[in-house]
């Protein structure tokens, strides 16, 4: 079993509002190499603006993750602003400027014309100009900084032991560059979405989920043999070492929700399940993925998943039931355990929810497996029964380790919520602390 941790790029420490490629997500591998924790997991980080699951492009990255401070170090920039570091991002403009002052300093090469040659971000830069006024050329040099600033930290990672976990969102956004220029690849009609995503009613939602996005078009995709989905893969098998495939399910079958109707009024439809995958194992090896083989999963789903070898997920806030005292799941060797994830409340959040007996039954059950003594919290108790699995990796969210509340919490599911993917830690000093239990 390998030890693993959760962290978005935009919940690292920052000077500057939020999190990014700078000195801070270097600082951040130093801990974890230091304390022989060996993946990083880090969600999207694609131009989503502030939803990184709806990607305007699966080539571009968010502007939001270059680092100022390696700027500085370049040269390109002399007018430096800070904020004051808050546990809160504020999505706005602020860095803009400072961005700017270093496109008119900067000065283009080889390596910057071969970058910027590429058809994907050449249709990215087309995109932003025509839907947002954003002149191609310093789109060209948001994305050059971007691509090179990501290679250095991912590689700096790489050489201090430290492997990278990030997500395949399932869909892009309808305003992407993927749908504008891609059309024929998604169930759109005159520019116009009938159905978008979502998923059914389950344990999770009795209403069920909406979550707007274009659905695919397999039909089309499948005339080239998946090429335009493959290619993707193939980006962001470069871009980072394990690959966490969002919303398994889909590739087995896709909920499809009538555009003018709630969630419940939707259906499923048939997914390209073996045909997408004999494509791409043709280029990579089922030790690159982690699926997300959460929600309403079929056996037809559990089939496409086992016939790869893809390891699956478990996440103890669903499996340990506080009213049976029991882990209601298996724990085969092919797995990836997380206390939570980044839709799921804290560790402390959702034991703050449960009733009084609940609670005991937890303290009681942790007690037996030999997890919890006399003066343990309870996210360290349930942090050291998820480290005595037999698991391939044990992640879990820096929240967790720190234990803090649903305050902290990343993101609440079909919700338009405020606080949704704005957390960030202030700095590291209790966490170098506080990683030490995963030693233990």
């Known amino acids: 079993m390998e030890k693993g941790i959760l962290l978005p790029i935009f919940s690292l420490p920052s000077k500057y509002g939020v999190g990014d490629f700078g000195k801070e997500a270097y600082e951040f591998i130093d801990i974890l190499s230091e304390n022989n924790i060996k993946y990083w997991e880090i969600l999207p ?12 492009s699966y080539y571009a990255l968010n502007k939001t993750y270059i680092s100022i401070d390696f700027l500085i170090d370049l040269g390109l920039i002399k007018n430096v602003e800070f904020r004051q570091k808050s546990s809160r991002i504020t999505y706005d403009d602020f860095k803009e400027k400072m961005y700017k002052e270093a496109y008119s300093n900067f000065k283009k090469d080889n390596e910057y014309f ?29 994305q050059y900084i971007l691509d090179k600033q990501w290679k250095e930290l991912k590689e700096y990672a790489n050489v201090h032991g430290v492997r ?10 309808f305003h992407s560059s993927e749908v504008k220029y891609h059309q024929r690849y998604y169930d759109v009609k005159d520019g116009k979405m009938e159905f978008v995503s979502g998923a059914s009613p389950d344990c999770f939602s009795a209403e069920g989920q909406k979550w707007g996005h274009p659905l695919y078009n397999f039909e089309e995709i499948e005339k080239g043999n998946f090429k335009y989905l493959i290619d993707r893969y193939k980006e962001f098998l470069k871009r980072y070492d394990i690959i966490r495939i969002d919303h398994f399910r889909a590739f087995d079958s896709y909920f499809k929700i009538p555009i003018n109707e709630p969630a419940i009024s939707g259906h499923y439809e048939k997914g390209p399940g073996n045909k997408f995958f004999n494509e791409l194992f043709k280029i990579t090896t089922s030790d690159r993925f982690i699926v997300e083989d959460l929600g309403d999963i079929t056996k037809s789903v559990e089939e496409l998943r086992d016939n790869y070898n893809f390891t699956k997920m478990k996440i103890l806030q669903y499996t340990l039931n506080p009213n049976t005292k029991k882990d209601e799941y298996n724990n085969s060797k092919n797995m990836v355990v997380y206390t939570g994830n980044h839709d799921n409340n804290t560790i402390i959040g959702w034991y703050n929810k449960l009733t009084d007996e609940q609670k005991e039954n937890i303290k009681s059950f942790l007690i037996e497996n030999d997890s919890f003594k006399l003066g343990d919290k309870i996210n360290e108790a349930i942090i050291k029964y998820a480290l005595k699995s037999n698991a391939k990796y044990v992640i879990i969210p820096v929240q967790d380790i720190l234990g803090l509340d649903e305050s902290a919490r990343i993101n609440l599911p079909g919700h338009e919520f405020e606080n949704n993917w704005s957390w960030e830690m202030v700095d590291f000093n209790e966490f170098k602390e506080k990683i030490k239990i995963l030693n233990l």
Do not use: C, H, V, W
């Open 164 to 173: 990278i976990i990030g997500d395949m969102p399932i869909y892009p956004d």
């Open 45 to 56: 980080i694609n131009d989503g603006g502030q939803y990184p699951y709806s990607p305007r």
């Open 114 to 142: 071969k970058f910027a040659n590429s058809k994907n971000i050449q249709e990215y830069a087309l995109f932003m100009k025509e839907e947002y006024n954003q002149e191609i050329d310093y789109t060209l040099f948001l």
